[in-house]
């Protein structure tokens, strides 16, 4: 795309030479014979060069030249003069003046003068995106990296605040759950109090119709846009310019970023657009990626109760089975748990110790009920049978992958501390830590619970038993552990025994 060029002077002949030279290397050239038609023709973005004479009626070129650097820094001014003194040449220079040719001049002084400012203005233009960009890659990544909806909305809300420098910043979304409905404010920043509430209510239009558009809308100064009108909500404001982004993934648009009074109180440029539509194509991924996060969090979380009220189930059935066993997985449970926090254990151990104290008994499913109901003590073939069940409970479960977790605390509750248990022999160490700390808990829950042949022995005399078989039976480390959270904790269960 060619560059256009705006070249102010009030000789008309050296607007013809300008403009027809110009032209002729393939410049689109626009002309004003004073500064005040140039002002009118001039807006930020709309050229790549001004040219303006230094003396000319009412405004001079400075003058001209300050007034357009105040709206457009990064654009390259080159001063015409025919006589002019080194006070106001230095003045000129400190104004962002980029070059003086002096008249008469020759046509190819204005060529290399014309070209080296357009390049100087490109190698800037490039350097600032590469600046800007640098620091976009960051924000970016961290939009990129928000998991909440609401943290997400406020971090664009301070990229955008620190790369446009815009003071007053909102985020709109549709409201309703299919997304398509009226924009409603989701997060707002520098709104004064005193007109946060006409500016909700006003700011929804141009919003409303820029998400259903999909298309970015700057405007410099609202009383100047005829097809907008004025809207009172600026008023208030130190500056007339805004912007409304619209925040976009493929098609959709999921919400509107609106930005209004820059810092320093001038209009949003074209750079402030794009730097803007950047943040909000970033942050409309991220907004998306969250919300599919939360669905499937929300899924999970469905999965989770509904796979936990099986395994309450199951666990209220094996005790079911009979009225000397009601209540005991529940308890287990409950004593478990005491342990796994007097030992420190992580969420990750408490869950599975959790889950394994509920299902430890589920082996007894396949044991006769004659004999869990049996009023005297086993005979050694009977006790046998029952002491099949941890091998039980492991193959019942071992079809479920969710709980492949839990089976070797399954199969090992009731192993020994010094080898003497079931089914396996194990000893020591080399039984799972968990199926230890189940152990203690199971074992504590018989010896205080009422049998058919046997009364309640109580609380105390389970702490001495717990006391007296800690090295050989149960690890001794643990049994520590239980007898300390008992004695500090309220557990609900054992007032009853």
Same mark, same amino acid.
């Given at each position: 795309?060619?560059?256009?060029?705006?070249?102010?002077?009030?000789?008309?002949?050296?607007?013809?030479?300008?403009?027809?030279? !110009?032209?002729?290397?393939?410049?689109?050239?626009?002309?004003?014979?004073?500064?005040?038609?140039a002002m009118t023709l001039f807006e930020?973005?709309?050229?790549?060069?001004?040219?303006?004479?230094?003396?000319?009626?009412?405004?001079?070129?400075?003058?001209?030249?300050?007034?357009?650097? /105040?709206?457009?820094? %990064?654009?390259?001014?080159?001063?015409?003069?025919?006589?002019?003194?080194?006070?106001?040449?230095?003045?000129? *220079?400190?104004?962002?003046?980029?070059?003086?040719?002096?008249?008469?001049?020759?046509? /190819? @002084?204005?060529?290399?003068?014309?070209?080296?400012?357009?390049?100087?203005?490109?190698?800037?233009?490039?350097?600032? &995106?590469?600046?800007?960009?640098?620091? *976009?890659?960051? #924000?970016?990544?961290?939009?990129?990296?928000?998991?909440?909806?609401?943290?997400? !909305?406020?971090?664009?809300?301070?990229?955008?605040?620190?790369? @446009?420098?815009?003071?007053?910043?909102?985020?709109? !979304?549709?409201?309703?759950?299919?997304?398509?409905?009226? *924009?409603?404010?989701?997060?707002?920043?520098?709104?004064?109090?005193?007109?946060?509430?006409?500016?909700?209510?006003?700011?929804? /239009?141009?919003?409303?119709?820029?998400?259903?558009?999909?298309?970015?809308?700057?405007?410099?100064?609202?009383?100047?846009?005829?097809?907008?009108?004025?809207?009172? &909500?600026?008023?208030?404001?130190?500056?007339?310019?805004?912007? #409304?982004?619209?925040?976009?993934?493929? #098609?959709?648009?999921?919400?509107?970023?609106?930005?209004?009074?820059?810092?320093? %109180?001038?209009?949003?440029?074209?750079?402030?657009?794009?730097?803007?539509?950047? $943040?909000?194509?970033?942050?409309?991924?991220a907004l998306e990626r969250v919300r599919?996060?939360?669905?499937?969090?929300?899924?999970?979380?469905?999965?989770?109760?509904?796979?936990?009220?099986?395994?309450?189930?199951?666990?209220?059935?094996? =005790?079911?089975?009979?009225?000397?066993?009601?209540?005991?997985?529940?308890?287990?449970?409950?004593?478990?748990?005491?342990?796994?926090?007097?030992?420190?254990?992580?969420?990750?151990?408490? =869950?599975?110790?959790?889950?394994?104290?509920?299902?430890?008994?589920?082996?007894?499913?396949?044991?006769?009920?004659? $004999?869990?109901?049996?009023?005297?003590?086993?005979?050694?073939?009977?006790?046998?049978?029952?002491? $099949?069940?941890?091998?039980?409970?492991?193959?019942?479960?071992?079809?479920?992958?969710?709980?492949?977790?839990?089976?070797?605390?399954?199969?090992?509750?009731?192993?020994?501390?010094?080898?003497?248990?079931?089914? =396996?022999? $194990?000893?020591?160490?080399?039984?799972?830590?968990?199926?230890?700390?189940?152990?203690?808990?199971?074992?504590?829950?018989?010896? @205080?619970?009422?049998?058919?042949?046997?009364?309640?022995?109580?609380?105390?005399?389970?702490?001495?038993?717990?006391?007296?078989?800690?090295? @050989?039976?149960?690890?001794?480390?643990?049994?520590?552990?239980?007898i300390r959270a008992l004695r500090t904790?309220?557990?609900?269960?054992?007032?009853?025994?």
């Amino acid at each position: 795309m060619s560059d256009r060029i705006l070249v102010v002077d009030d000789e008309a002949a050296v607007l013809a030479i300008c403009r027809e030279f !110009l032209q002729s290397r393939s410049y689109i050239v626009e002309t004003a014979s004073d500064a005040g038609k140039a002002m009118t023709l001039f807006e930020p973005g709309r050229f790549n060069l001004v040219i303006t004479d230094i003396n000319m009626p009412s405004i001079s070129g400075v003058e001209l030249a300050r007034w357009i650097k /105040e709206r457009e820094p %990064e654009i390259p001014v080159i001063i015409l003069t025919g006589y002019g003194s080194y006070n106001l040449m230095h003045e000129a *220079l400190r104004g962002g003046v980029s070059d003086f040719i002096e008249k008469p001049f020759l046509l /190819e @002084t204005l060529q290399r003068s014309v070209e080296k400012a357009l390049e100087h203005r490109e190698y800037m233009a490039e350097r600032e &995106r590469l600046r800007i960009m640098r620091r *976009l890659i960051t #924000s970016t990544e961290r939009i990129a990296r928000e998991v909440n909806e609401s943290s997400l !909305l406020q971090y664009l809300c301070e990229c955008a605040a620190t790369e @446009t420098r815009a003071q007053i910043i909102s985020v709109m !979304l549709p409201g309703g759950e299919s997304g398509s409905g009226r *924009l409603r404010i989701a997060t707002i920043r520098g709104i004064p109090s005193e007109i946060e509430e006409a500016a909700r209510q006003t700011e929804a /239009e141009l919003a409303q119709s820029v998400f259903e558009t999909r298309a970015a809308l700057r405007v410099e100064d609202i009383n100047m846009e005829t097809g907008l009108g004025a809207r009172p &909500r600026y008023s208030h404001y130190r500056t007339y310019s805004f912007m #409304s982004i619209p925040l976009v993934i493929g #098609s959709k648009a999921m919400g509107v970023l609106n930005l209004a009074d820059k810092s320093d %109180e001038k209009a949003f440029s074209r750079t402030d657009e794009e730097v803007a539509v950047i $943040l909000a194509n970033h942050a409309a991924i991220a907004l998306e990626r969250v919300r599919l996060y939360d669905r499937l969090q929300l899924k999970i979380e469905e999965t989770e109760s509904m796979f936990y009220g099986v395994v309450q189930a199951i666990s209220n059935a094996i =005790d079911a089975k009979s009225p000397w066993t009601k209540g005991h997985s529940e308890r287990v449970t409950i004593y478990a748990g005491m342990i796994g926090s007097a030992l420190g254990l992580n969420e990750r151990d408490m =869950d599975t110790l959790t889950l394994a104290a509920l299902l430890h008994d589920v082996g007894k499913i396949g044991t006769y009920d004659t $004999l869990l109901d049996k009023p005297a003590r086993l005979t050694d073939s009977e006790y046998e049978m029952v002491k $099949l069940h941890p091998v039980k409970g492991e193959n019942i479960l071992k079809p479920i992958a969710r709980l492949s977790h839990i089976l070797p605390i399954i199969r090992h509750h009731h192993e020994r501390y010094d080898g003497r248990g079931y089914p =396996d022999g $194990l000893s020591g160490q080399n039984i799972p830590f968990l199926a230890r700390v189940l152990t203690v808990a199971d074992t504590f829950d018989s010896m @205080t619970s009422q049998r058919p042949y046997r009364d309640t022995p109580g609380r105390d005399k389970g702490i001495s038993e717990l006391h007296a078989c800690a090295g @050989t039976q149960f690890d001794p480390e643990i049994v520590e552990a239980f007898i300390r959270a008992l004695r500090t904790q309220k557990t609900g269960v054992m007032d009853t025994v």
